[in-house]
């Protein structure tokens, strides 16, 4: 089984900054994939950055210029940093990786943790 852990979120102003953490535990295997979702109120759940299997990252253009997505493959965690965070931003963040262990491929998903950007 893996654990995510999620952590981070909270409430700041707009202009105001972020940085989320997901720490993968438990039987990782080898990842393959990390992402970071969310899902604002009344709204499907979204793609917002995440790197592929060949290291590509990629964003919605919505976050383009303002987040970051990064990867520590050692502690096997991502980071989303976040700036010029707008009110829009607002949603619950998850975490997702894509792992294969003996040979199978699985997804798992954090817990999520909220962002809520009003002044």
């Known amino acids: 089984q893996v654990q995510l852990v999620e952590s981070g979120g909270g409430l700041v102003q707009p202009g105001g900054s972020l940085r989320l953490s997901c720490a993968a535990s438990g039987s990782i295997g080898r990842i393959v994939a990390m992402a970071w979702y969310r899902q604002g109120p009344a709204m499907q759940r979204e793609l917002v950055a995440g790197?592929?299997?060949?290291?590509?990252?990629t964003y919605v253009d919505s976050v383009k210029g303002r987040f970051t997505f990064s990867r520590d493959n050692t502690n096997n965690t991502a980071y989303l940093q976040m700036d010029n965070l707008k009110p829009e931003d607002t949603a619950v963040y998850y975490c997702k990786i894509g792992r294969i262990l003996d040979g199978r491929y699985g997804n798992y998903w954090g817990q999520g943790t909220q962002v809520t950007v009003s002044s």
């Open positions: 790197i592929s299997s060949d290291g590509r990252i």
